[in-house]
T-cell receptor
């Protein structure tokens, strides 16, 4: 089946630093999405990208849909302690959503 | 607004026992999904449904069965639980279409059900 490689698997950063994570796939997706999961909760959508090359921001978050439609990245600027959680990329190519393995972000105050 | 509600939140089973996880959504969504989450492996799709009375296999369907008798409910069953099915299970739903003219994949998730099989 389709596989998404998400990196890094985990990050431990200082508050105020910028964060970058990415996802690559062997398959083309029509939509790329980025979710955040906090402890004990289900994932919540952060940003959705609908066409190749699209760059979208949501507050301190910026994500891009790669030109080849096989990759996407998420940047978080000026991290704060409440940014901690697991960030998942996901690609949509029909009725199913395929998820990456997640990036666990830890922020040191 | 309840959104997507999963019951139970926690369950411990012995190998060979059966159980059913219930997912209920009050958003009138057409599509419903069951995922399992294991460390480092993200979310893997077990089964999904594109409407009442229909179900389809996902990436890891073996050992699970599902039913969608009512639009608002999606049940996940384990007939004979195995330790490999120890996981956190998430139900999700989404509407048909959306703000875009094509499927966006924007899922709404429940809070998860933690299942341990001894």
């Amino acid at each position: 089946g389709q596989q998404l490689n998400q990196s890094p698997q985990s990050m431990f950063i200082q508050e105020g630093e910028d964060v970058s994570m990415n996802c690559t796939s062997s398959s083309i997706f029509n939509t790329w999405l980025w979710y955040k999961q906090e402890p004990g909760e289900g994932p919540v959508l952060l940003i959705a990208l609908y066409k190749a090359g699209e760059l979208t921001s949501n507050g301190r978050l910026t994500a891009q849909f790669g030109i080849t439609r096989k990759d996407s990245f998420l940047n978080i600027s000026a991290s704060i302690p409440s940014d901690v959680g697991i960030y998942f990329c996901a690609g949509n190519a029909g009725n199913m959503l395929t998820f990456g393995g997640g990036t666990r972000l830890m922020v040191k105050p | 607004n309840a959104g997507v509600t999963q019951t139970p939140k926690f369950r411990v089973l012995k190998t060979g026992q059966s159980m059913t996880l219930l997912c209920a959504q009050d958003m009138n969504h057409e599509y419903m999904y069951w995922y399992r989450q294991d460390p480092g492996m993200g979310l893997r799709l077990i089964h999904y449904s594109v409407g009442e009375g229909t179900t389809a296999k996902g990436e890891v369907p073996d050992g699970y069965n599902v039913s969608r008798l009512k639009k608002q409910n999606f049940l996940l069953g384990l007939e004979s639980a195995a330790p490999s099915q120890t996981s956190v299970y998430f139900c999700a739903s989404r509407p048909l279409g959306g703000q875009r003219p094509f499927n966006t994949g924007e899922l709404f998730f429940g809070e998860g059900s933690r299942l341990t099989v001894l």
